[in-house]
C-alpha cells in the first residue's frame, strides 16, 4: 500500500505561483509513475502532469509552459511548480501513482484557487 499527502495548496491573485508537494509513505518502492490531476466540481478528473521513476515527464496542452513536475525519490517526494496561473488553473489538485504492478492511489487533495 502506499500513502499520499499532498500540500502547497491556496490562494493565489492571477500570474502568481504556487508550489504542491506530495509525500509518499508505504510501499514507496513499488512506485512507478507519479502525477497530478485536477478536479472541478462536475468535472471529469483530468490529468495535469506526469513523471516517471527515471524522470520522463508528460503534461497537458494547457499547463505546458507554466507548470514543471519534479520529483526527489530520495525524499519520495513529487513537486509541482506552478507558475503564470490563471482563473482556470482553480481546482483540487490530486497526487497520484502507480505501482509497477498496476496499483493506482490517490491523495486526499489540495485546493487551488486564482482569483483574477
Known amino acids: 500500500q502506499v500513502q499520499l499527502v499532498e500540500s502547497g495548496g491556496g490562494l493565489v491573485q492571477a500570474e502568481g505561483s504556487l508550489r504542491l508537494s506530495c509525500t509518499a509513505s508505504?510501499?514507496?518502492?513499488?512506485?512507478?509513475?507519479m502525477g497530478w490531476y485536477r478536479q472541478v466540481p462536475g468535472q471529469p478528473r483530468d490529468m495535469v502532469a506526469t513523471i516517471t521513476r527515471e524522470g520522463n515527464t508528460n503534461y497537458a496542452e494547457s499547463v505546458k509552459g507554466r507548470f514543471s513536475i519534479s520529483r526527489d525519490n530520495a525524499k519520495n517526494t513529487m513537486y509541482l511548480q506552478m507558475a503564470s496561473l490563471k482563473p482556470e488553473d482553480t481546482a483540487i489538485y490530486y497526487c497520484?501513482?502507480?505501482?509497477?504492478?498496476?496499483?493506482?492511489?490517490w491523495g486526499q487533495g489540495t485546493q487551488v484557487t486564482v482569483s483574477s
Open positions: 497520484y501513482a502507480r505501482s509497477f504492478r498496476g496499483g493506482q492511489y
Open positions: 508505504g510501499t514507496i518502492g513499488s512506485i512507478n509513475i
